[in-house]
């Protein structure tokens, strides 16, 4: 046990060590984009080049940002929440991405939703990257529909998309970290979303057909805190 409780330890100095570089990464990051904003603006030629630069660093800060999220060790305030609600926040956050993409989002919620113990800001984050990749799953638009219901023990949160759906073998690689299909992806934020979920004591499962669609399902448990209220 002693070895197993240093392998521990030092997973966590290297997890903090990495989160700490991607933190100072960042800095620098913003003042580059800065200058090269500033520039665009001054130059006449080459503005493809400027608008690569620009993407380039904005894909450079997102995996930085997920990265961080996944070497932290959390600390967490789990505190209770309206689950609903913050999927409506969420849903507004996203709602001009999803005209833009022609992706209408709808919203069923089948039974009372208690409220339960979790950490808001990162919940979002989860939700946040479910309904992205639901909206980057339909470049000819479609409909996502989120189902929120509970039972005994459990919040259940169904999100549903129609779009271009994921085969098995794909599904199968969805564990690794970068495993992505998309030109501008950072292959993590499926693994953000299943840190957090777990830092729940929740559990997350995809179901996809191709051409079909791609249904993610969070369960998030109930604990003794929970009851019934009406908002
Ligand atoms: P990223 O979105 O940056 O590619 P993710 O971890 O969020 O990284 O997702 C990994 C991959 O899983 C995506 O590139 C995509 O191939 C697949 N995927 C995730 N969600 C869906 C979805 N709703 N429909 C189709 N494919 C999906
Ligand atoms: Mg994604």
């Given at each position: 046990t002693e070895e197993l409780l240093l392998k521990s330890e030092k997973l966590s100095i290297v997890g903090q060590l990495a989160a700490g570089v991607a933190h100072e990464i960042r800095n620098p990051l913003t003042s580059l984009r800065g200058f090269v904003q500033l520039l665009q603006s001054k130059v006449e030629n080459y503005p493809y080049y400027f608008q690569i630069m620009l993407s380039e660093l904005d894909r450079i800060n997102d995996i930085v940002s997920e990265f961080m999220v996944i070497a932290k060790p959390q600390v967490i305030n789990f505190e209770m929440r309206d689950v609903g609600k913050i999927l409506q926040d969420v849903i507004s956050l996203l709602q001009t991405q999803a005209i833009l993409n022609n992706v209408q989002i709808h919203t069923e919620i089948l039974t009372e939703i208690p409220f339960i113990k979790c950490e808001e800001n990162q919940l979002k984050q989860v939700f946040i990257n479910i309904l992205k990749n639901a909206i980057?799953?339909?470049?000819?638009?479609?409909?996502?529909?989120?189902?929120?219901?509970?039972?005994?023990?459990?919040?259940?949160?169904?999100?549903?998309?129609?779009?271009?759906?994921?085969?098995?073998?794909?599904?199968?690689?969805?564990?690794?970290?970068?495993?992505?299909?998309?030109?501008?992806?950072?292959?993590?934020?499926?693994?953000?979303?299943?840190?957090?979920?777990?830092?729940?004591?929740?559990?997350?499962?995809?179901?996809?057909?191709?051409?079909?669609?791609?249904?993610?399902?969070?369960?998030?448990?109930?604990?003794?805190?929970?009851?019934?209220?009406?908002?």
């Open positions: 980057e799953a339909m470049p000819d638009g479609g409909n996502v529909i989120i189902e929120l219901k509970s039972d005994d023990d459990n919040v259940q949160i169904r999100f549903i998309d129609d779009g271009c759906g994921i085969s098995e073998e794909r599904l199968a690689a969805l564990g690794e970290p970068f495993y992505t299909t998309k030109e501008k992806g950072t292959g993590l934020g499926l693994m953000v979303c299943h840190k957090i979920i777990e830092a729940h004591r929740g559990c997350l499962k995809i179901e996809s057909e191709v051409e079909q669609g791609t249904t993610v399902h969070v369960y998030l448990p109930l604990d003794e805190e929970s009851s019934v209220r009406k908002t």
